[in-house]
């Protein structure tokens, strides 16, 4: 393998895993969701018996939409809004489809150094648990639900259909001091029961129930962070823009975009969540299957690029009741920021709730166990900014404590590749010695390298044994709503990019050009072994374009990223100053006894006397 090849195949593995990240998949094929039993002979509600003689009556289900994109929701001002609030979140419900308009954080600013809360759900398709129109019409979003009552913990609503069905929907939001083992203060639970006014068996269509529409933060956001999220109870699957959006790649595997996604269940919970924030439904009865669509909002103002956001619906089969019989749908809704600190509390989230965090998502992320050290990382730094009350300074004191837990073996690394710097005039002798016997000549350097207590591969390790804490702390950063807005030195915001200015519209971001110097500078600085072997050129050209690799990956995400890299290589470097200035304790051995090892013949020993 020479050296050319090396390099162009370096350079299309990097395209590769860029195109692979940036280029749409293709949707997963989505499995067959089972439908309802047939409406005739659809069951009574547990514990209620049919009259008897008496006929089963069907509510007509909704017609599927086929249309590419959801219908948005445009506010008049008629609706009637009551509001729900605690220290953390104000919840505002409206009497159209008698359900969450939206949800303000009040400890999450929409606009740094402004008032204003962030507003999840503000524009959407449809009202957070609002019937969808496609499931159960006449009791969707379009129709009006009477207030029953209101207390400053409780909303009620109340609508008739048809005479028939009598629908009650029940909101009760925690207590801002609730115990952190009895509940969470962005959580309400949601109750709605159906009851039956006639005197006649009703079997009820599928409901569907909106989880809530994810949108684009501002203009810059690409979207990448938006999905519809859902548990099987064992797994958790993510449904993104991409996955609905048809095209190909490069004009191989060409689709059509997709009207919807369904995706069959059990459902233990389901999510819609953009960068920083999300929605969480969690039934207590798992549900059929999710319902994924694409929602097409204005443009942001200067920006000629689409707008494309996500609605989810969480669907339910409900019994048929007899006579003045009742069914019920309950759940508990989780509406607030995406901390895993929160969200892994096992004693209010029982169901994994925090997977919706998707630290794992990349392929890059499972192969370096991002799953165990995202976690990890994201409760280090957590721990390190309740004392530091800076969060560019936790980065660095968890980067650091990184660090010096890894030393002893960074250590051993790294005195390993000064050693084999010293062994290169003897592995020279032996390539000259075995230059017609490659086998010899491996097993000749092998032991040279056994004898001299040397790694081949110590030069890159150094540089390599970080490199799953950069993966959990890449996927960590990429969504940790705690450094939204959150300054360090000249950095306004340490979840986005440090962007100084621009040149010919290209942004300047400083902590990755930082990071890129330290990394040559520490490629530099540790040995580099001169080997022909291609297992060595292929590694020497890895620790080449490493410094590139780095620079591209933290350009335009959270400069937080590039903040503990940076650190990271100039401990690094500090460490290889003070090994390549130690003397090396070790001896290097003769190229005599490598070769001897390797099957050469031994020297014959010299007996003559010595003249007097």
């Known amino acids: 393998m020479d050296k050319k090849n090396t390099t162009i195949g370096v350079l299309l593995i990097i395209a590769a895993v860029v195109a692979y990240k940036l280029a749409p998949t293709a949707p997963p094929r989505s499995q067959p969701v ?58 505002a419900l409206t009497d159209f489809g008698g359900a969450i308009r939206d949800v303000s954080f009040k400890k999450y600013a929409a606009i740094k150094g402004q008032a204003e809360p962030y507003v999840f759900n503000q524009v959407h398709a449809d009202p957070i648990l609002a019937f969808t129109q496609d499931s159960f019409p006449g009791l969707d979003r379009s129709v009006r639900y009477q207030l029953v009552s209101q207390t400053a913990s409780e909303v009620v609503f109340r609508a008739i259909f048809e005479n028939r069905i009598e629908v009650t929907r029940r909101y009760v939001i925690a207590a801002s ?38 949108a684009l933060l501002n203009g810059n956001d690409t979207g990448q962070y938006l999905n519809i999220g859902y548990n099987t109870g064992k797994d958790t699957e993510q449904i993104s823009q991409a996955d609905l959006a048809g095209g190909g790649f490069m004009g191989f595997g060409r689709r059509d975009p997709l009207p919807y996604i369904e995706r069959s269940g059990p459902v233990v919970w389901a999510g819609a969540k953009n960068q920083f924030f999300v929605s969480i439904i969690t039934p207590d009865q798992p549900a059929v299957s999710t319902i994924t669509r694409r929602v097409e909002f204005a443009p942001f103002p200067g ?6 956001g996500l609605a989810g619906a969480i669907r339910f089969d409900i019994p048929g009741m007899a006579p003045g019989a009742e069914s019920k749908i309950s759940m508990s809704v989780y509406v607030g920021p995406k901390e895993y600190k929160r969200l892994s509390n096992s004693d209010v989230f029982k169901h994994d709730q925090d997977k919706v965090m998707d630290y794992t998502s990349f392929f890059f992320n499972r192969i370096f166990l991002s799953g165990y050290f995202a976690p990890l990382m994201n409760q280090l730094i957590n721990w390190t900014a309740g004392w530091s009350h800076n969060w560019g300074f936790a980065i660095i004191i968890t980067t650091l404590l990184i660090k010096l837990a890894s030393l002893p073996f960074t250590l ?92 010919a519209g290209f942004p300047i971001n400083i902590l990755p050009l930082v990071l890129g110097v330290t990394m040559i ?57 003070y090994i390549n200035r130690q003397k090396d304790p070790v001896p290097a051995a003769s190229v005599a006894t490598a070769t001897a090892a390797a099957g050469g013949r031994r020297g014959m020993k010299n007996v003559t006397p010595k003249k007097k």
């Not at 592995?427 to 390298?449: E, G, R, S």
């Not at 600085?525 to 620790?543: C, E, F, I, R, S």
Request: charged content about 15%; hydrophobic content about 45%; some cysteine.
């Open 34 to 91: 089972a439908q309802p039993a047939p409406i005739a002979t659809a069951p009574a509600a547990a514990g209620t018996n049919p009259t008897p003689g008496s006929t089963t009556v069907a509510l007509p289900a909704g017609a599927p939409n086929n249309a590419t994109f959801a219908a948005v929701v445009q506010d008049d001002g008629s609706a009637n809004v009551v509001t729900l609030s605690n220290d953390f979140i104000r919840v």
């Open 177 to 214: 001091d609730v115990s952190s083992a009895n509940g969470d203060p962005y959580q309400l639970r949601h109750e709605t029961t159906f009851r039956n006014l006639t005197d006649q068996t009703i079997a009820l269509p599928r409901a569907s129930l909106s989880i809530g529409t994810t």
């Open 303 to 308: 920006s000629s690029g689409q707008n494309i």
């Open 412 to 503: 051993s690394a790294a005195r390993s590749a000064k050693r084999m710097q010293k062994l290169q005039p003897e592995m020279a002798a032996i390539k000259v010695k075995y230059k017609d016997n490659p086998q010899k000549m491996q097993q000749a350097n092998m032991q040279l390298f056994k004898d001299n207590k040397v790694n081949p591969l110590g030069s890159c390790l150094p540089v390599l044994i970080p490199f799953p804490f950069f993966i959990g702390i890449f996927a960590m950063l990429q969504s940790a709503p705690e450094l939204r807005f959150a300054e360090f030195l000249w950095v306004k915001d340490l979840a986005g990019p440090d962007t100084v200015g621009h040149i």
């Open 521 to 577: 500078v520490q490629t530099r600085l540790v040995p580099q072994p001169n080997m022909d072997t291609d297992q060595a050129k292929m590694m020497a050209q890895m620790m080449k374009w490493m410094p590139l690799i780095y620079v591209v990956i933290c350009y335009p995400f959270s400069c937080a990223l590039a903040l503990y890299s940076t650190v990271n290589g100039l401990f690094t470097i500090a460490q290889q100053i």
